[in-house]
T-cell receptor, first 114, second 115 residues
Framework: AQSVTQLGSHVSVSEGALVLLRCNYS??????LFWYVQYPNQGLQLLLKYTSAATLVKGINGFEAEFKKSETSFHLTKPSAHMSDAAEYFCAVSSMDSNYQLIWGAGTKLIIKP | KAGVTQTPRYLIKTRGQQVTLSCSPISGHRSVSWYQQTPGQGLQFLFEYFSETQRNKGNFPGRFSGRQFSNSRSEMNVSTLELGDSALYLCASSLAVAGLAGELFFGEGSRLTVL
């Protein structure tokens, strides 16, 4: 069965520092991978997606993620954190394995220190 | 282009009652997915409807049900409410099947409090 693991329920970084949010997945077939962001009191919004094209994917707000098949990872990064990046981030995977149902990670709350 | 609309935004019910939540997807979207979000359990998948047919179902008791109408609008119903059903219920729509579509568009949610 497919699964997604997000390491760290909370990650704290200083403004201007590198943001790294980790996501590992399990899938026996090529997956589609997604990162979503949820700001307080709002629904989720797509940040970026991997759908078997380029392994380095660029998203909105300066975020990017790299698909590494050998490590079954899809970590999210941003070179320089901004206060407005404070939110909860969700990684998700889908494939034929799950009948293309999205399988979600538990989420990581990103805290930005001034 | 109007986004995903969920009604009502907030509601309070008592144990044993039932509730119906509504979701209007973006025009042209054929898939509607429902999620339950709580601080303890995170984001839990309830079900997905595509062209009026339930495609996938999460691991929830039969008290949770849903349907989709021919205009793609969807409703979910929870009967015999329990305290643990207090949560934010999110609806998301997409052009194609959720896991293939590439992007889900979420509403702002319906916050249910069960007393």
């Amino acid at each position: 069965a497919q699964s997604v693991t997000q390491l760290g329920s909370h990650v704290s970084v200083s403004e201007g520092a590198l943001v790294l949010l980790r996501c590992n997945y399990s899938s026996s077939v090529p997956p589609y991978l997604f990162w979503y962001v949820q700001y307080p009191n709002q629904g989720l919004q797509l940040l970026l997606k991997y759908t078997s094209a380029a392994t380095l994917v660029k998203g909105i707000n300066g975020f990017e993620a790299e698909f590494k098949k050998s490590e079954t990872s899809f970590h999210l990064t941003k070179p320089s954190a901004h206060m407005s990046d404070a939110a909860e981030y969700f990684c998700a995977v889908s494939s034929m394995d799950s009948n293309y149902q999205l399988i979600w990670g538990a989420g990581t709350k990103l805290i930005i220190k001034p | 282009k109007a986004g995903v609309t969920q009604t009502p935004r907030y509601l309070i019910k008592t144990r044993g009652q039932q509730v119906t939540l509504s979701c209007s997807p973006i025009s042209g979207h054929r898939s509607v997915s429902w999620y339950q979000q709580t601080p303890g359990q995170g984001l839990q998948f309830l079900f997905e409807y595509f062209s009026e047919t339930q495609r996938n179902k999460g691991n929830f008791p039969g008290r949770f049900s849903g349907r989709q109408f021919s205009n793609s609008r969807s409703e979910m119903n929870v009967s015999t409410l329990e305290l643990g059903d207090s949560a934010l219920y999110l609806c998301a729509s997409s052009l194609a099947v959720a896991g293939l579509a590439g992007e889900l568009f979420f509403g702002e949610g319906s916050r249910l409090t069960v007393l």
